[in-house]
């Protein structure tokens, strides 16, 4: 009999200095066979959603934490038993026998490796995989049942011989469906069933609106209207979905809060309490600017971009920085100095279903209009997907946050920690405006800059905002600011 060891494999680091994950999904159960690089689960981090590989080939011996638990980095979360090396007393598993139509083989011993965080790649060698002992086929169990049965019965054998029926073909296991992290979580919490699913993505991979198809497929018997008035008109179902409050029951609903939100809560305390606030605020006409946007969705060079107002409010902080370089620094308390920042690492705050998050674009200031057009558009569509990393949400130095696109005209935003300044842009509405001595409807928005006052005077935030709105009303300073 092959000896047998248990592996416990422990919660990883999954970012840079994450300290708990929670476990969001269970992919295999005790008794079920992995393999090297295999998924075993999806753990959610403060700033993203992983899926964790096996390090080693084996049989699950037990899972540690259900579902919804968070775990430190560096605890058990589950046990795997390997073969090869006897067990310790403690962690001693029953051996699982082989099929008896294949003989015992030995295992081959691993050769020694340093794991690394999350992806473990291709070992130089693994362990035998042990066999899942398959189930009788139902015409041979019952054949088998009757001789027993004869056997018990008379103590003798069966007047005729059982013919043994042809060997079965064991059916493949179930392929697990194709869906990135953030769809299975969706799936989760409207409470879908990832199989029933009809994928439409490429290679079969379900999307979110496959997700939400299936929602809203369920859904339509119990929501017909009656035959006596019209139905309502369908309404897509959002990105994150909130379940409807029943007044008649709970009076109160508790949330756990964990992930994203855990971290932001705690950033944005640290900030409100460590940097001293001061907001400024400017109403700016930017109907030249509106202009400029739709001119540009049409010049060949911006094809295939994202081009909207942000792009060209965000060129327009990066010329004011420019203009007022001191803007875009940091406070080093430890050491008791001002950290000038000579790059520009730009912020967008983005809102995603597990949260707020900001990611930034690295280098900024070096990148042509056309490139930083593409950056925004890759960085909204890496948020929306949930698939921002750790690193990308690193060394920010100046931040955006545009509340308008929720209809809001401004708000008193708080900084990012390490940073020195964010701008919030509110809704871009048409408003009555004296435009050349006469009031005519114009294209107007509010601009809020907060700034930390250990480092940045009141001049400087005023100047810096006063250049962001200045190239917002007259474009043509991207030219001559440049």
């Not at 700016?284 to 994202?306: H, I, N, P, S, Y």
């Not at 929306?384 to 060394?395: D, F, H, I, L, V």
Request: with cysteine; charged share 20%.
């Amino acid at each position: 009999m092959t000896n047998a060891s248990v592996r416990e494999f422990k919660m990883p680091d999954v970012g840079e200095g994450l300290t708990e994950a929670e476990i969001l999904k269970w992919y295999v159960q005790p008794g079920d066979t992995v393999t090297d690089g295999q998924v075993v689960c999806e753990v959610e981090t403060a700033k993203a959603a992983v899926e964790l590989p096996i390090p080693y080939d084996g049989v699950v011996r037990s899972l540690h934490f259900p579902e919804g638990t968070t775990v430190d980095v560096g605890t058990s979360i589950i046990a795997v038993e390997v073969a090869g090396g006897a067990a310790p007393p403690q962690q001693e598993a029953p051996a699982v026998p082989a099929p008896a139509a294949e003989p015992e083989k030995p295992a081959e011993q691993p050769a020694a490796r340093q794991p690394v965080l999350v992806g473990y790649g291709v070992a130089t060698s693994s362990t035998r995989r042990r066999p899942r002992k398959q189930a009788p086929d139902t015409a041979a169990g019952q054949a088998a049942s009757a001789v027993q049965s004869e056997l018990n019965g008379h103590g003798a054998a069966p007047a005729a011989p059982v013919t043994p029926p042809a060997p079965v073909t064991p059916a493949a296991p179930a392929q697990r469906p194709l869906a990135k992290p953030p769809v299975r979580k969706l799936a989760k919490d409207l409470g879908v069933d990832l199989a029933t699913v009809t994928p439409t993505g490429p290679d079969g991979v379900i999307t979110r609106e496959d997700v939400h198809a299936a929602v809203a497929a369920a859904q339509a018997p119990q929501q017909a209207a009656p035959a006596d008035r019209p139905a309502a008109p369908a309404v897509s179902a959002p990105d994150r979905p909130a379940a409807p409050v029943s007044y008649d029951s709970a009076r109160e609903t508790r949330v756990p809060v964990k992930g994203v939100r855990k971290a932001t809560a705690a950033a944005m305390v640290g900030s409100a309490f460590t940097a001293p606030h001061v907001t400024e605020f400017v109403t700016v006409d930017v109907t030249r600017t509106m202009k400029l946007v739709e001119e540009l969705k049409q010049d060949k060079e911006f094809a295939g971009l994202r081009v909207n107002p942000l792009l060209l409010i965000a060129k327009a902080l990066l010329v004011a920085i420019r203009r007022n370089p001191d803007i875009n620094a940091s406070w080093d308390e430890a050491a008791q100095e001002i950290v000038v920042k000579h790059y520009v690492n730009l912020g967008i705050a983005a809102a995603t279903p597990r949260g707020l998050i900001v990611p930034n674009i690295k280098d900024a200031h070096a990148k042509t209009l056309p490139e930083l057009a593409a950056s925004l558009g890759e960085l909204v569509s890496t948020a929306r997907e949930g698939k921002t990393s750790p690193s990308a949400m690193q060394g920010g130095t100046v931040t955006i946050t545009n509340v308008g696109v929720f209809g809001v005209d401004t708000g008193t935003p708080l900084l990012n920690p390490g940073e020195s300044a964010i701008l919030a842009v509110g809704a871009i509405k048409l408003q009555p405006w004296v435009h050349k001595g006469k009031v005519k409807p114009r294209q107007v928005t509010t601009l809020a800059l907060s700034f930390d006052h250990r480092l940045v005077d009141g001049e400087l935030g005023s100047k810096v905002l006063a250049d962001v709105a200045a190239v917002l009303e007259q474009p043509k300073r991207l030219i001559t600011w440049a």
